[in-house]
């Protein structure tokens, strides 16, 4: 059944930095007093690049969760689990892997970037050709119907809607589908019936998108259907049978704007990076250290902020008051260079205060971070045997 529900996920890469908060956290913090939300460790995920050399994973699930919940996510507002911890994941995998298209996996923009991009490492297996396949199964066994991605991530979502619009049209097909959903358009009454064929011929025959969300509406509308006349209703309406797998939309963020200590993109890869339980005196020591623009040589040289990486922490630290008075103290040497950095250093501390505070208190006690994920296992693990009972009785494959 469709659900207005949001899934993520991180793969375990350890303890998190500003880039990631800025990144993903703050967004997941917002979205889960909007929406139903599950946020998962992708460990299986690891595993297609560093299948050779998995000894910290565990480690850094754990590192990377205590992030999580320094950082606002709240297992009392959204799920959180493990990937492996639902096993159900591998199976839907599995049989999802029956129907898709070689051709489908090879031509993901990322299959070739990734495969450039970690050239020292033979990317030549299943595993990583496959990763798109399993993260289609990871969103799809929730029927969640909002990704939140980022631009460069978007063909995998898209990919999703592939295999979900691929699998009803395989399986979706009941023997007496248009009968029974005939006698389902019945049960709407005239008037909104009348309205729902309208929609469906404007969809189809016209392409009109419009037409098919208004549709959704008028669905969602009816209280007295059953989930199966509804499934049937949604899978007419589109032209396939009875809709079995939701179709996911990407919700789309924005990229972080978070930069490093260097100007570049913060990245562990980068050695440029601020964790989000970093000491407050190693924070200070590393924006100290930061370069500035080279015609500083001197404290009395003039600089312009615009060839300063420190300029743009500014961006994200300072107000506008904060920033007229460095732009000004840095054109006429007003201001030396350690001046200029000592806002920024009070602003990431600020917002790295309560992270540390709330962090204290798990890395106090590490299993609280496991009973959490062990207990959203469980609830996660709930919702896919739901899916799979629908995907084991449509390929035939049924539990007795």
Known sequence: MYCERVLSGMRPTGALH?????????????LQHEYPCLFFVADWHALTTQYDD????????IDMVVDWLAAGVDPAQAILFVQSHVPEHAEFHLLLSMMTPLAWLERVPTYKDQQEKLSGK????????????LQAADILIYRASKVPVGEDQIPHVEFSREIARRFNYLFGREPDFEEKTREAIRKMGSKKARHYEEL???YQQEGEREAIDQAHALLDDVQHLSVADRERLFGYLEGSGKMILAEPDALLTEASKMPGLDGQKMSKSYANTIALREAPDSVAKKIRAMPTDPARVRRSDPGDPQKCPVWQLHQIYSDDACRAWVKQGCHDAGIGCLECKQPVIDGILQELAPMRERAQYYEADVNLVRNILAEG?????????ETMRDVREAMGVALD
């Open 200 to 202: 469906r011929v404007r």
């Open 18 to 30: 500003l880039g990631h908060y800025h990144g993903v956290l703050a967004n997941w913090t917002r």
């Open 54 to 61: 998995p000894r910290h994973i565990q480690k850094n699930i």
């Open 377 to 385: 296992s469980e609830k996660a693990r709930d919702m896919a045997r």
């Open 122 to 133: 033979d990317l030549t297996t299943y595993g990583f050709l496959g990763y798109p396949l």
